[in-house]
């Protein structure tokens, strides 16, 4: 029988900052060797539940606790958090936030080297580990230089070093990954659990790329309280998800709308599992009875980008000759894998950086003799990481700063923010200081700062990261209903999922260079595309090569009706 090695008895948490308990009546026991997923929309306390366990609350986010969180038997309000770390090891959705050394070898090495393990000891820890987490070649290089998945890898190496830390708690891993890293992080996770026997928790968004691994049980948290704790067949047969707000997988949602009923006995948990034999007649008639929507075409060039180089360094050009054009009115993803050159690209026609050669127009003019300043009058810029660009201490400020520099009178100010707020979902929290939000929510304030001042080009560098779906849902909605209105938008992204749903074009790049160009449906099912820019196939394509419904259809037929999101069909 195995033992528990977490239990929360009744537990509540109160921040003395907020007027209600975050946690309330929570009872949840996490048994030794486990694999759990903690899902819930934003705010809804998962964080919090993370935080509780590692020991952040109450030693460092201060507040009221009532109730009983043992650990390994122990008490944790009586224990400190220092030998909390001892048993929790925590990856965070950021690493920058955890690196401590030089290199990788002394980031990994670190919590031994205040335990003063003699040096030999420590050399063969950092080496095991290392190789556990596939970084043997990188333990030289400084953090700077790695790319997202390989950072991930050091802070989880860095975690698992010490032999007495038995659980592993990653809090949204897959944040700011590629889809193709975030797919390699998954099975990095899911090898390291059947290697070692340690406990694992993950606190995630992206249900349906964790389900990719075994998952033993997902507990839904709203509210504050526990509203599902279930397997994830019995999860996936149920409506929780849709009424919680939370996005489903989306090979569930093509057999939905193909009236097909979601059964245990289906293994829903993934696409590999799943069974659709039963549900064969249904799919294929829903195949037939589809039919695509006329795409309109914009040809009216707003942003022009030729011939462009540019390298950090003389010795090394990080983009290669890219060109291409972006119309007017708009909406256009930028995709490729972490390190590929898409930001770097955005910060050049954001004036960040003079490019080495080539040209960028807007509207004919070339950009080339313009500020930054001066470019921010008709194109704004969200970056991925939020705290790159907040200056403020409380969220009305910092959405009402670029206002204040233009010289826009209080009452106009006022209006104006509280109306970006409504639209990211964060009116309620306006008096808020930023300290207290999650890397959501504060990815949503430098949304409204940007929105609320009205640019026509907007660049995104991963709007929805970190969010659920209900705010995904608010966030895409408004972007596509400004984009509506004209404003021509640039969304740098690795959620395929937004690609196929919300744009009709989309730029591919590659170490640099632009390899591709075109539609969403077009790129996702090109292999070599696929892998060249860490890409991966979506649910629904995979549901499609089942074939077991297509009899009579070919995959490039059929391809753009189950991949093609919901601008590609008439239903």
Known sequence: MRKPVIEFTNFSFHYRAQSSPTLSGINLTIYEGEKILIIGPSGSGKSTLGHCINGLVPFFYSGEISGSLKIFGKETKKESIFKLSSMVGTVLQDPDAQFIG??????IAFKLENQFV?????????NRVAELVDM????????QDLSGGEKQRVTLAGSMIDDNVNILLFDEPLANLDPATGKTAIELIDRIHKQTGKTTIIIEHRLED?????????????????????TPNELLSSNLLIDTGIREPLYLTALRYAGCTITPMLKPKSIKTLNIEVNKTRLHAWYESVGYAEKKQKNDVLLELKNIHFGYSKTKEIIKDVSFKINKGELLSLIGKNGAGKSTLAKLICGFYPPTAG???????????????????????VLQNPNQMISQNFIFDEVALG???????????KDKVFHALKICGLYELRNWPISALSFGQK???????????????ILLDEPTAGQDYKHYNEIMEFLWNLNQQGITIIMITHDMHLMLEYTNRAIVISEGQKIREDEPANILTDEDVIRLANLKETSLYQLLKKQI??????????????????????S
């Open 403 to 413: 206002l204040k520099f233009r010289g826009v009178a209080d009452k106009d100010i």
């Open 102 to 107: 030089l290199t990788a070898a002394e980031d």
């Open 549 to 570: 419904f297509l009899t009579n259809v070919t995959l490039s037929n059929a391809s753009f009706i189950l991949i093609g999101g919901p601008d590609s069909y008439e």
């Open 210 to 230: 964790v389900l990719l691994g075994e998952i033993d049980r997902i507990v839904i948290i709203n509210e504050g309280c526990i509203l599902a704790d279930l």
């Open 359 to 381: 040209e960028i127009l807007y509207e004919g003019e070339n950009l080339i003799e313009q500020s930054i300043k001066e470019r921010g009058d008709h194109i704004g810029f």
């Open 443 to 457: 990815k949503r304030v430098t949304i409204a700062s940007v929105l609320v001042l009205g640019p026509k080009l």
């Open 118 to 126: 003699p040096q030999e000891e420590l050399f063969e820890s950092v």
């Open 136 to 143: 043997t070649e990188h333990l030289d290089s400084p953090p």
